[in-house]
């Protein structure tokens, strides 16, 4: 069983950074894909970033620039570093995690973490 524990989120104002760390644990041998999305009030949970495990990232388009993804295999740990941060990426962030093979051989597929809230104030 795949679990993750992410932490990192907070209330910080406008201009402000934070950063985001999300640890997998469990029968893992290795991890293709890491993610992190969100979801603000009424809205859908959308992709923020994603890394691969050859380390090749990309963003959603409101994200470019201001946020980094990356993560540490070794440690099965996905990191989004967030600068510049504005209101309106006020959500709650999700940490995910696809395409694992499990010591045992298995494969299994989106795996979530619990979330954090993320509270930019103008």
């Known amino acids: 069983q795949v679990q993750l524990v992410e932490s990192g989120g907070g209330l910080v104002q406008a201009g402000g950074s934070l950063r985001l760390s999300c640890a997998a644990s469990?029968?893992?041998?290795?991890?293709?894909?890491m993610a992190w999305y969100r979801q603000a009030p009424g809205k859908q949970r959308e992709l923020v970033a994603r890394i691969t495990n050859g380390g090749f990232p990309s963003y959603v388009d409101s994200v470019k620039g201001r946020f980094t993804i990356s993560r540490d295999n070794a440690k099965n740990t996905v990191y989004l570093q967030m600068n510049s941060l504005k209101p309106e990426d006020t959500a709650v962030y999700y940490c995910?995690?696809?395409?694992?093979?499990?010591?045992?051989?298995?494969?299994?597929?989106?795996?979530w973490g619990q979330g954090t809230q993320v509270t930019v104030s103008s």
């Open positions: 469990g029968s893992i041998r290795s991890i293709n894909v």
């Open positions: 995910n995690v696809d395409q694992i093979t499990t010591l045992e051989g298995r494969y299994e597929y989106a795996h």
